[in-house]
């Protein structure tokens, strides 16, 4: 039996390509989120496949079987498939061929609404194969679906089997849909399974914010977590959670079931009443607690209490842990009246003890009905120790509910600090708003103002941001001078962001305030209370003072940074985890790194400070090194490195609703796709539309999602974001060859009179730019662009702009001796760093010499590049290479038709299988094969391709 997993992963890589194969059938739906099972269910079954199959899909409960279905039923008949289809029942399940006889009234009849009198087709148990084609089969392709298979007579699913292997003259396939871990019995071995898992991230957001009255902020993230992925989990939670919170904690209000829902507390109400306690207990307890601690709580030591849960298929046991396998059933086991589940904190509380003050601190604040102070400060102190950034927020807020009137603001203000950490721009707003109706205190309404607009800022909102910071400013006429600093150095991450002339005119000024304020503490010796014990505290610490100064000073000037990034200390790269000072430091200090076009300090800082990130799940602070770190990653040629992180990094960006990070991601991965060679990803006419499942309009890069209420991103006031896309764009058109279209994408990074309309993303585009010219006959243009762009950069450029602008001179500058430039462009080594530019300026040489009839050292330049190009997997480049060697005389690697007829039958069953993305073990799995062996397979195939990694196969199966 051939079994095919199915969901997260796979919806989102099948996704854009899928929305070409497969297009909408007049008016023919989509579930949300399930293209790549759509694409695949349709690939094997569907109108174009001449073969008999039978496909069954399993999941659990509300995972979305029957929508599949029923959309896989819809296309087929859209495209002119016989459709037949049947809902199967428990009370049928004993009765033989009672599914066969609906499929045979509804094949009489025309459809199954119309077949009431299905009881009379008594004759279908003595038909046999045949004649059963004859009743239910037409003329060209049927299908057959049957949904909750579970229930269905075994008489029924013998017979359609039977029926599918003697279908010959006309292909018929059977679709099953069925609860659980296995299908139903007697299914032949060819039969396939696809097993449905949960919704990927950015679908379960997408179902989720299409619902009247969605929750938002918290409230929406916490039910996201509940959800886990199952989509009636969602669509019942979001119904159940449409009312006034009563702010209980952790456990939430109390629910009206609905549906599904209704029938686990059914389950759960057949259970013994110890065994329905213990299921209370299990889910009030928080999320990762012991079997022993909750089985402790109860004061029981019988473990056989929760075996009826588990012969329900309730709850599983696992590494010592009790999981619900059903969120439905998680929240069934938890309604019970207030004072019952209060009981049950209380006893977990207990249990747990004064051992883990983090955990005892949240159960004794669920039972806490007015204000606490002993809780709240219990709260506060252990906020950060109890688990990630969403669930140090939560707690936070929570301190801050039960805080006496003195204490309230600061704790509000910690819990702003905290929700901006996760970056949940509804969670911000809410949290400022309540802050800003409790205190006025101009020093806590900068910090709180910092936190605001560094979440408006990756929401795409920079005019907003950056005025909120110029009014925290305004309404501090006696600033507090580390938290001037933090102002000044939001600002900065802003105005990098904007590209806006006008915000980059105010950061001198807020600097030399915050410099001046400084100085003035100084002399004075006076630390305020506020900033002593609030959030920002860290600021006090002279080092990162100095890195955040720094890293302002390099966005006023762009030329500045080469200086700064050997003066500044680099904090160490040990394996402790970064305190909030120091983690600030580390990012400032990468970003300046990353202004001076040093990539080794950069990748270095980056990566620690993305791991300690990542591990505390604070990507209101992660997304600030996203796309900076993925430029690095880019530029000096750690591609799959960068692919990976900005396909993690986008579920994350699109459930928080960050339209610019978001942007930055679909730009970046548009980017890799054309360096790669690849262009199907590029939308020629890219128009945002803000919606979760539509991104940009047309485009087949079905992975860029961005799920905004706000109707998308204003390109205008996100000029990092327009500049980044630029290129992409530009980068995509040359792949394919149209250097006109090339030219004038890149060009828009600059203005009429040759301005980099981003003072640091546009001039690192002007060797690209350079080529377009040349290519496409607008030298002069590109030469005044390369001029500004020289003078922008000052008297010491780096050297990585040095070196750029060197290779662009050499291409389109009359003033320049073209050979002179070129070697300029390659005599230093540092350039090796990045290996792509590199391997770009010498392609762009060789062909000089070859024009110059200087054949051997062009060869040598085509040989040095095609290595590079290989390395890199540059496969567009690569490929426009070998061309050139060829006309030089020199042996490339075999077309990839001859290459491939070279290999042994089970090398190309491999390399098909490769390329369609399964893995190793994957492929060894349908072949019988170990891992390893798959993976020798492929080492020895790559050089008889000529190529030198995985991602490239799908280009050579196309090209033969």
């Not at 509804?106 to 045949?130: K, N």
């Not at 981003?758 to 690209?768: E, F, G, M, T, V």
């Not at 390395?871 to 070998?882: C, P």
Request: hydrophobic share 45%; with cysteine.
């Amino acid at each position: 039996m051939i079994e095919t997993a199915a969901g997260t992963a796979a919806g989102h890589r099948g996704a854009g390509r899928l929305d070409r194969d497969i297009p909408e059938r007049h008016g023919a739906r989509r579930p949300t989120g399930r293209d790549g099972e759509l694409g695949h269910i349709l690939g094997r079954i569907g109108p174009d496949t001449a073969d008999s199959r039978i496909l069954v899909l399993l999941g659990a409960e509300g995972i979305g079987k029957t929508w599949l279905l029923r959309a896989v039923c819809e296309q087929a008949a859209a495209a002119g498939v016989h459709v037949l289809s049947a809902q199967s029942w428990t009370v049928e399940k004993e009765v033989a061929f009672a599914g066969l006889r609906r499929l045979v009234a509804a094949a009489s009849a025309g459809s199954v609404d119309q077949a009431a009198d299905f009881h009379g087709h008594a004759d279908v148990e003595s038909l046999d194969a045949a004649a059963l084609l004859n009743r239910l089969a037409a003329p060209g392709r049927t299908l057959i679906a049957v949904d909750d298979v579970q229930d269905c007579d075994p008489a029924t699913v013998a017979a359609l089997c039977q029926m599918v292997r003697h279908a010959t003259t006309h292909p018929v396939s059977v679709l099953l849909a069925g609860r659980g871990d296995a299908g139903p019995c007697g299914l032949p071995p060819e039969a396939e399974i696809l097993r449905v898992g949960p919704l990927g991230p950015r679908s379960a957001a997408a179902l989720l914010d299409a619902q009247p009255g969605a929750p938002t902020g918290r409230r929406r993230l916490e039910l996201l977590r509940d959800a886990r992925g199952n989509p009636s989990a969602l669509l019942e939670l979001c119904r159940d959670r449409g009312m006034p919170d009563d702010s209980a904690f952790p456990a939430g209000p109390d629910l009206l079931g609905t549906r599904i829902e209704r029938e686990f507390e059914m389950r759960i109400r057949g259970l013994p009443p110890e065994t329905q306690r213990a299921l209370l207990y299990a889910t009030t307890a928080l999320p990762g607690e012991s079997l022993a601690t909750i089985t402790g709580a109860l004061g029981a030591d019988d473990l056989d209490v929760w075996a009826p849960a588990e012969t329900a298929g309730l709850i599983a046991i696992r590494d010592g842990q009790v999981v619900f396998r059903h969120p439905l059933g998680r929240s069934a086991a938890g309604r019970q009246p207030v004072h019952v589940r209060h009981r049950a904190h209380s006893d977990l509380a207990a249990a747990v003890g004064a051992a883990r003050p983090a955990v005892r601190a949240q159960h004794v604040a669920a039972t806490s009905l007015g204000a606490d102070e002993a809780t709240a400060r219990m709260l506060n102190s252990t906020a950060w120790t109890a688990g990630d950034t969403f669930t140090a927020a939560r707690i936070l807020e929570r301190a801050a509910e039960l805080s006496d009137a003195p204490g309230q603001v600061v704790r509000l203000a910690d819990a702003l600090v905290a929700a901006c950490a996760l970056g949940d721009l509804d969670w911000v707003r809410t949290l400022h708003e309540d802050l800003v109706r409790r205190a006025a205190d101009p020093v806590l309404g900068s910090a709180a103002a910092c936190a605001v607009a560094s979440t408006l800022s990756l929401a795409s909102y920079q005019q907003e941001a950056f005025d909120l910071l110029l009014e925290a400013a305004d309404r501090c006429p006696d600033p507090d001078g580390p938290l001037a600093l933090a102002v000044a150095a939001v600002a900065a991450g802003i105005a990098e962001a904007s590209g806006l002339p006008e915000h980059y005119r105010r950061l001198p000024g807020l600097q030399a305030r915050a410099d001046a304020a400084i100085a003035a503490r100084t002399q004075s010796e006076s630390v305020s209370e506020t900033e002593t014990e609030g959030a920002a505290a860290w600021l006090n610490d002279g080092d990162v003072r100095s890195a955040l100064n720094a890293y302002v000073s390099t966005v006023t000037r762009d030329d500045a940074a080469a200086g700064l990034t050997h003066r500044l200390e680099q904090p160490r790269l040990g394996t402790l985890s970064d305190d909030p000072g120091r983690l600030v430091r580390r990012l400032a200090v990468a970003a300046v790194a990353y202004r001076a076009d040093d990539p080794e300090p950069c990748l270095a800082q980056f990566r620690k400070a993305d791991a300690e990130l990542r591990a505390r799940a604070a990507f209101g602070v992660r997304a600030w090194l996203l796309a900076p770190l993925v430029d690095t990653l880019l530029a000096t040629g750690r591609w799959t490195e960068a692919e990976a992180l900005t396909e993690s990094a986008m579920d994350q960006a699109v459930v928080l609703k960050m339209s610019r990070v978001a942007t930055d991601l679909h730009a970046l991965t548009l980017t890799l796709s054309a360096l790669r060679g690849d262009t199907s990803l590029e939308d020629p006419a890219p128009r945002y539309d803000g919606r979760l499942d539509g991104g940009f309009q047309g485009a087949a890069h079905g992975a860029f999602h961005s799920a905004l209420s706000n109707g998308g991103i204003d390109l205008a006031e996100n000029g990092a974001a327009r500049a980044r896309l630029a290129r992409a764009h530009g980068l995509t058109a040359m792949a394919r060859g149209d250097w006109a279209a090339g030219f004038r994408r890149l060009r828009s990074l600059f203005s009429l009179d040759g301005e980099p309309v981003h003072p640091h993303l546009s001039p690192r585009a002007i060797a690209d730019l350079a080529v377009a010219a040349a290519r496409s006959g607008r030298s002069p243009e590109a030469a005044k662009i390369l001029e500004r762009t020289r003078e922008q950069q000052g008297d010491r450029p780096s050297i990585r702009m040095t070196l750029l602008m060197h290779h662009a001179a050499a291409l389109v500058d009359p003033d320049t001796d073209p050979e002179d430039a070129f070697q300029l462009a390659l005599v230093n080594p540092a350039g090796e760093q990045w290996p792509l530019e590199r391997a770009q300026a010498r392609f762009s040489y060789a062909l000089w010499l070859r024009r110059a009839r200087r054949t051997s050292e062009a060869r040598e330049q085509l040989t040095s590049a095609l290595e590079a190009a290989e390395e890199l997997g540059a496969d567009g480049l690569a490929t426009a290479i070998r061309g050139e060697m060829r006309a030089s005389g020199v042996a490339t690697a075999p077309e990839p038709a001859a290459a491939l007829a070279a290999l042994t039958a089970q090398q190309r069953q491999i390399v098909h299988l490769a390329a369609r993305g399964l893995s190793n073990r994957e492929i060894g799995d349908q072949l019988y094969l170990s891992p390893r062996t798959v993976g020798s397979h492929l080492y020895n195939v790559y050089p008889k391709l000529g190529i030198s990694s995985r991602h490239q196969l799908r280009d050579v199966l196309e090209r033969g």
